[in-house]
């Protein structure tokens, strides 16, 4: 029993670690919880967080985002303020979820977050 405990407590450690070292899916997650918190209904997957930021940094693929798959929003807002909102919000979720001791690459299901419920 004991040894069995053991080698359960070893594959959770190896998962951790592999999920903790996996930026991508971090930071993927805290650009979700940003865009979650500021009421914008985007789900993006990891394949989509590389397109966004491939190449560029972080500002200049949040813009380039905006003109190419929410440019409705460019006529109601300047896509510095929207890209400042983002960054700053998603600096922010990174803080808290480091501070709360919590696993930034786990999975969450942000999509199922996104979802209206009814007489909400």
């Known amino acids: 029993m004991v040894l069995r405990q053991l080698d359960r407590n070893h594959h959770l450690?190896?998962?951790m670690t592999t999920t903790c070292c996996n930026n991508v899916d971090a930071e993927c997650n805290a650009y979700n919880a940003a865009f979650?918190?500021?009421g914008l209904s985007w789900v993006w997957d990891t394949g989509l967080y590389a397109?966004?930021?491939a190449g560029s940094?972080?500002?200049t693929g949040l813009r380039n985002y905006l003109a190419r798959h929410q440019s409705h929003l460019?006529?109601?807002h300047d896509a510095d303020f929207l890209v400042e909102a983002i960054l700053a919000t998603k600096e922010r979720c990174q803080?808290?979820?480091s501070a709360a001791g919590c696993n930034p690459a786990?999975?969450?299901d942000?999509?199922?977050l996104q979802q209206r419920q009814i007489g909400a």
């Open 106 to 108: 786990a999975y969450i």
């Open 51 to 53: 397109n966004a930021v």
């Open 36 to 38: 979650h918190e500021l």
């Open 110 to 112: 942000w999509s199922s």
């Open 95 to 97: 803080a808290q979820l």
């Open 13 to 15: 450690e190896s998962a």
């Open 57 to 59: 940094d972080d500002r």
């Open 74 to 76: 460019l006529s109601a």
